[in-house]
């Protein structure tokens, strides 16, 4: 009686266990398509990713370099102060960009150009992703709101 009582118990957490490992292959697989790593554009420029790679990019617009297009087509260049990175973006951009301002674009870089599925500018004066941050302070562009 006492041997069956054991292997039952072996065959639940075998069981458990298979079931377990399946449950995280499936969501590992799962969020796969939604995991972006953020780039600074130094990084970019450094080791450019393959076209097939879906990231996250962010700097500052430079000044000077935002054309809109004959059609739907808007370009402008992202920087952190090291490295400038040609940006082409299809569809409306947020009430809040513009040169010099903040900000985050989705997309994938092909042939040294980043063509951006999303972009997103900075919500209020003070926001900027801390990514964003470390990467200018690096280059020594950034200033602390506050002075620091």
Do not use: C, W
């Not at 995280?24 to 600074?40: E, H, K, P, W």
Request: aromatic share 8%; no cysteine; hydrophobic share 40%.
């Amino acid at each position: 009686m006492k041997s069956l009582k054991k292997k039952r118990r072996v065959q639940v957490i075998a069981i458990a266990a298979v079931a377990l490992i399946a449950a995280t292959a499936m969501i590992g697989y799962a969020l796969q398509d939604g995991i972006n790593f953020f780039r600074s554009p130094s990084q970019v420029i450094a080791e450019p990713p393959p076209p097939t790679e879906v990231f996250r990019i962010g700097g500052l617009v430079e000044e000077g370099s935002l054309v809109r297009g004959e059609g739907e087509v808007i370009r402008f260049a992202v920087t952190d102060g090291g490295a400038v990175v040609p940006v082409a973006y299809t569809g409306i951009l947020p009430d809040l960009f513009g040169e010099n301002q903040g900000m985050i674009g989705t997309g994938t870089y092909e042939n040294g150009v980043f063509r951006a599925t999303e972009i997103l500018a900075k919500h209020d004066e003070d926001y900027m992703p801390k990514e964003v941050v470390d990467a200018l302070k690096e280059q020594g562009v950034y200033v602390e709101p506050d002075g620091s």
